[in-house]
């Protein structure tokens, strides 16, 4: 049903539903009230439907959550620019990908059963290793930077809305540092001593530079992987 090739049953859709609509409903459930909130009752009355009207075009529950990620992520960012290179590309990719976990934050509480399957979804991994087109890496290494990319993204965006979720949109913790010089001894633990020292454990919490940081590690990681390659 991800790529709309499921037979109809014999009997006749209800007038006015469709698959379309049925996801939309569903993701409108899960940005209004969370993820929690979804069941296919509950979908069914925001259609106006029977419940059991929906099984003519989803099968169970967890078939609607993926379709309900796959339209949350929607189409990935390409086409490129002619002057970009992998990085650009890369960095363009996964800048995408979270924007669209911050904008549906309740999409990273659906666990991952299976590799990417939905259209959208796998257009995303398409993209990404588009990028990688170009470059000296094997097929294996460019999916496989690929997935490590993609898991960055993923647990970042997770880290950031349970972090927002915890705070209410507050800072997090202020005086973490102080605390915990408090309650540490430094001969025991001297590096995250040190850490304390320097205030970078009082700095705001800034997690868009936290990813830009990550984010510029791996691509470094993947630039030495892809020069090595290239070298004679």
Request: charge should be negative.
């Amino acid at each position: 049903m991800l790529w709309g090739i499921r037979e109809r049953p014999s009997r006749g859709p209800r007038r006015g539903l469709s698959l379309e609509r049925i996801v939309s409903a569903a993701v409108g459930v899960a940005q209004a009230d969370g993820i929690g909130a979804v069941s296919m009752s509950r979908v069914a009355a925001e259609l106006g439907a029977a419940t059991m009207s929906l099984y003519r075009y989803v099968a169970a529950k967890d078939e609607l959550l993926l379709l309900m990620v796959d339209a949350a992520m929607g189409s990935p960012p390409g086409p490129h620019e002619p002057d970009d290179g992998w990085r650009a590309g890369l960095s363009r990719w996964a800048r995408g990908s979270r924007a669209a976990y911050h904008h549906h934050p309740w999409a990273l509480r659906i666990p991952i059963s299976t590799p990417p399957l939905g259209p959208n979804m796998v257009a995303w991994m398409d993209d990404g290793l588009r990028c990688l087109a170009h470059t000296p890496l094997t097929e294996q290494q460019k999916l496989s930077s690929v997935l490590l990319l993609s898991g960055f993204v993923r647990n970042e965006a997770t880290l950031s809305a349970d972090l927002k979720a915890a705070s209410g949109g507050e800072k997090m913790m202020p005086g973490y540092g102080a605390l915990l010089s408090r309650l540490i001894d430094p001969a025991a633990l001297p590096s995250l001593q040190r850490a304390i020292e320097s205030g970078s454990l009082d700095d705001d919490d800034d997690m868009d530079g936290e990813f830009d940081f990550g984010l510029a590690r791996l691509l470094d990681g993947i630039a030495v992987l892809a020069d090595g390659l290239a070298a004679p």
